[in-house]
């Protein structure tokens, strides 16, 4: 008999982002169904030495984890700023983005986005130089992320060798 | 002309079309002009009702239904807007005496929708808003008085359980705040004889919950005072005030002219309805008080703890993070724009409220994390002031730690090292140095190791010695590393050496079960005789050998740790397929991660997941003597709660599974029964289900019974250490209440609070074979504490 208000439910931090993964085997549709259904969570900005033990203990807070993935370099093969969390229940990953993402993990703001579901080769970096593609391009200088961004760094060596 | 009609004219949809879509349009514009109503504007708050109830008049004629609904929903879900919305419907009968009519009739349906449905939070605020249609003059004040009246008459119902009672009482109680003037102005008679009986039986019913649900046991310097004695204080001290009342913000007093003009509904007559077996009303609560007058420096003052300001801006707020708690940024803004907030120490009261929400037993309103986070935000919106209160809050807490309930320390501890993760652990650690004189295991320096505990493992353990002044190394974790008993040659000698070296390498060489268990046989059995034939009976030495061994080259990661066990699960199965096994393989697993709880914790998760131990062997190993010297510490609570709930889960699962198979078979008797041809499919197909069903049920039971045993197993032990210690502390003639004594029986109860939904189910055996009339009557206490709750 009584409505309950759209108007008074709003749930903003449980909406899927803007984000697509370009290598996701699928169409667009399937993949924003396994979005809204996911027990996964992307999580980004981690420093890299943030530890699996750390990230369990900030995102148990949320609910029993189920497993986690930590991201790697596709070269070296050691930790490179990001990882995968996936909860037994779909509850529990949505309190996750409510109150864990956007707050710090080692000190960083950490980001959290709804993942379509971890795959075997999911765990790389995807820039050219091994590890994410947003530390390919940036340009400021991030101690816990391997210093500057692999283009600026580049950049930063050529220019050291002119000016001798 | 409505201005929603210019909105849709604007659609340029074809005709049909158009007016299937309008009509939502226009019911969600509805939505959001009257939910919106009473935000921040640029006009004033009795300029947008006045132009809302215009708007809202002129689309009666085509969607008075929708309306009603939308006002009906927005009294049971927006009680911080109470009054605006009194306030809008007043105005609404004022112009529309049978528009009044028909919301007051909606409004008394959903009363007894919400009470039918177990809603009571929901209910009480509808009771609310009905009182206060008495100050809009929609509703005539005898009516409601009436109203009232038959509440209180619960009282006098025979067998009613005391939380009936309790929750009629208070829905009239916590009313009187809003319209408690305007009724005694009209029948002063009969609300005395109301407060008359609510007051006489406030001084009988029995109170031994009470003590359960206290945050701390001590009544300086605030006590925490059940519910309804708080309530009646307050009403009290409001009767003796003349009842004025100064707080609550009331709109439709600008528009008395127009308002005192209307005619006003009588309530239809309302029947409680009956109590029945299904009903589940609210627990009992403790008000949680930390605060009062002295503490706020400078600006206005607080509100006396038995003033009905408290209530009412207690009870707003609560409302607010009842709204919000999903959305941190737009409930910490609602928390900071509260009205009327020049004239109270805002930051205080959320302060208080947040923690009083917290820390509130059996369970916080919410997961306990979104506290932190809202707290987080409003630190952010308030960064001169709030951080300073909530600074103040964690001194006073910590202070007072002496008489804290042990579950409250535990939230205490978890949101204070979380929360300053967030602020680089900065904190005046030298204030606490106190602490440092004490002996270890009293709560201040306990809690104090298990904060730097609980942060290393959102950090790493040297920024622990950076973080904390010299003198607290004492109180630091150690660093979590891996003990190996067969290290290296010093340890040549130990029984089973030989074999560490031999599984080391086998699984290097990546060896198969069968290759690994042939080089297990050839580990001694310390319990074995030598003409003792038994192959297969347990072995602590081979359990040893081989875990030690693994977790050793695992101990890398939880990954590696969680790879390790799966890949060699069978060997592990073999290995504690007894009780004795599964014992065994929890002491190895202490004795190799005893300084690395957090691995110990995950390790036990997994274990039982892939059912390598099972819940009562955790149970058991917790209380066995090997583990007394660390019972007090945090973590062992952490996997015990854990591992219950586990065990709870996996009941409510198969629950599930064979609810959703009697479901199926049931809808395919339906289909036949309208006429499905097939007979030999029908009956294959329900042939199977039912088999499926039988299997399923035996399933639950055996899952049942496990979870019944496992809780068993639990008060027994408890029973077992409590009772003990009191006998001991008796025959030496020694205060028996140290704080050992005091974590374990808190321990104790907080099993009953965490888990009382289904330990209700066990009462009867609980009551006739551990909890009887024998027992210490310290012990037998907790468990009467416990029946008190909701009887």
């Given at each position: 008999m009584a409505a309950n208000l759209n108007a008074l439910h709003s749930d903003s931090y449980i909406d899927i982002s803007q984000y697509r993964d370009q290598h996701f085997k699928g169409n667009r549709y399937e993949q924003e169904k396994l979005l809204k259904q996911s027990c996964t969570l992307y999580v980004g900005n981690l420093s890299f030495y943030t530890t699996e033990e750390q990230v369990y203990e900030l995102f148990s807070k949320s609910g029993d984890v189920k497993r986690i993935v930590m991201g790697l370099d596709k070269i070296k093969k050691t930790a490179c700023g990001f990882c995968f969390v996936e909860y037994y229940t779909r509850g529990d990953s949505e309190n996750a983005m409510r109150f864990i993402n956007g707050t710090r993990l080692d000190d960083r703001i950490i980001r959290t986005d709804w993942d379509a579901g971890f795959k075997e080769g999911r765990q790389y970096g995807r820039g050219k130089s091994g590890g994410q593609v947003r530390d390919e391009y940036r340009q400021d200088y991030d101690p816990a992320r391997g210093g500057y961004g692999k283009l600026a760094h580049l950049q930063r060596v050529a220019d050291g060798r002119q000016k001798y | 002309e409505s201005f929603l009609r210019h909105h849709y004219n604007n659609l340029g949809l074809p005709h049909k079309k158009r007016r299937a879509s309008e009509s939502i349009e226009i019911e969600d514009r509805l939505e959001s002009l009257i939910c919106r109503v009473g935000e921040k504007s640029t006009s004033s708050l009795e300029s947008n009702l006045e132009g809302l109830a215009g708007v809202l008049e002129a689309d009666l004629p085509n969607y008075k239904n929708k309306i009603l609904r939308i006002l009906c929903a927005v009294a049971r879900l927006l009680p911080e807007k109470l009054t605006v919305y009194t306030t809008l419907v007043g105005l609404l009968n004022a112009r529309n005496y049978n528009f009044g009519g028909e919301f007051v009739e909606a409004m008394v349906r959903q009363l007894k929708e919400t009470i039918k449905s177990n809603s009571f939070y929901e209910a009480v605020y509808v009771v609310r808003f009905l009182s206060d249609l008495v100050n809009c003059h929609v509703i005539a004040a005898p009516s409601m008085v009436a109203m009232f009246e038959n509440f209180v008459s619960v009282i006098q119902e025979e067998d009613a359980p005391q939380v009936r009672r309790d929750w009629y009482v208070y829905a009239v109680l916590s009313s009187l705040p809003w319209v408690g003037k305007e009724l005694y102005e009209k029948k002063d008679v009969e609300i005395d004889r109301i407060l008359n009986q609510i007051e006489s039986y406030l001084k009988r019913r029995q109170k031994t919950h009470v003590i359960m649900l206290q945050v701390w046991t001590a009544e300086k310097p605030h006590p925490q005072e059940e519910y309804l004695d708080c309530l009646w204080a307050q009403i009290q001290k409001l009767k003796k005030d003349r009842w004025q009342e100064r707080h609550i913000l009331r709109p439709y007093i600008a528009f008395d002219s127009v308002l005192c003009e209307a005619l006003q509904h009588n309530l239809p007559p309302f029947t409680p309805p009956p109590h029945s077996e299904t009903a589940v009303y609210p627990m009992p609560r403790v008000i949680f008080r930390m605060f009062d007058y002295t503490d706020a420096p400078e600006g206005p003052v607080m509100p006396g703890s038995h003033s009905v300001e408290r209530f009412v801006i207690e009870e707003n707020l609560h409302c607010i993070i009842k709204s919000h708690w999903k959305e941190r940024k737009t409930c910490a803004a609602q928390l900071l724009s509260y009205p009327g907030k020049n004239k109270i120490p805002l930051n205080y009261h959320i302060v208080e409220v947040i923690f009083a929400e917290l820390f509130m037993l059996p369970f916080p309103p919410h997961i306990d994390v979104m506290y932190t986070t809202l707290l987080i935000e409003l630190c952010k919106l308030q960064p001169g002031s709030l951080p300073q209160v909530l600074a103040q809050a964690t001194e006073m807490m910590y202070l007072r730690l002496d008489s804290m309930n042990t579950t409250c320390i535990d939230r205490f501890m978890s949101w204070f090292s979380h929360h300053l993760s967030n602020f680089q652990f900065r904190w005046s650690w030298d204030d606490w140095s106190d602490c440092l004189t004490q002996d270890l295991e009293k709560p201040k320096p306990k809690f104090v190791k298990e904060v730097l505990e609980k942060c290393m493992r959102l950090s790493y353990h040297q920024r622990m010695v950076d973080i904390v002044p010299a003198s607290f190394a004492p109180l630091l974790p150690v660093n979590p590393l891996f003990v190996y008993?067969?290290?290296?040659?010093?340890?040549?000698?130990?029984?089973?050496y030989p074999v560490t070296i031999a599984i080391h390498n086998a699984i290097k060489n990546r060896a198969n079960n069968e290759e690994i268990l042939n080089v297990l046989k050839d580990v001694p059995n310390p319990n074995q005789g030598d003409d003792d034939d038994e192959v297969d009976s347990f072995n602590p030495l081979k359990i040893e050998v081989f875990l030690q061994t693994l977790l050793h080259l695992a101990a890398k990661s939880f990954s590696h740790s969680f790879s390790a066990l799966a890949k060699f699960h069978e060997i592990l199965k073999a290995l504690t397929d007894s009780d004795e096994g599964k014992l065994h393989i929890l002491r190895v697993l202490y004795d190799v991660w005893k300084n690395h709880p957090q691995m110990i914790s995950v390790i036990v998760d997994k274990m039982i997941r892939t059912q390598i131990v099972d819940c009562a062997a955790v149970a058991n190993w917790i209380f066995s003597p090997e583990m007394a010297h660390d019972f007090t510490r945090f973590y062992v609570w952490e996997i015990l709660h854990s591992t219950i709930r586990k065990m709870n889960k996996h009941v409510q699962k198969i629950q599930k599974e064979l609810d959703e198979a009697k479901e199926k078979l049931e809808k395919q008797h339906r289909r036949r029964d309208s006429g499905d041809e097939d007979d030999d499919k029908n009956s294959d197909e329900d042939g199977l289900l039912e088999e499926q069903i039988e299997r399923l049920q035996e399933k639950v039971e055996t899952a049942q019974s496990e979870q019944k045993n496992l809780f068993l197993v639990i008060f027994q032990r408890f029973i077992m250490i409590l009772t003990e210690h009191l006998v001991r502390c008796e025959t030496a003639g020694v205060d028996s209440n140290t704080p050992w004594y005091k974590n374990c029986i808190e321990r104790l109860q907080q099993i009953f609070l965490m888990h009382y939904q289904i330990i209700q189910q066990y009462m009867l055996t609980l009551e006739n074979l551990l909890f009887t009339a024998e027992l210490d009557h310290h012990i037998l206490a907790v468990y009467q504490q416990f029946c008190a709750l909701q009887s």
């Open positions: - | 008993k067969y290290m290296d040659e010093s340890s040549s000698t130990l029984p089973g």
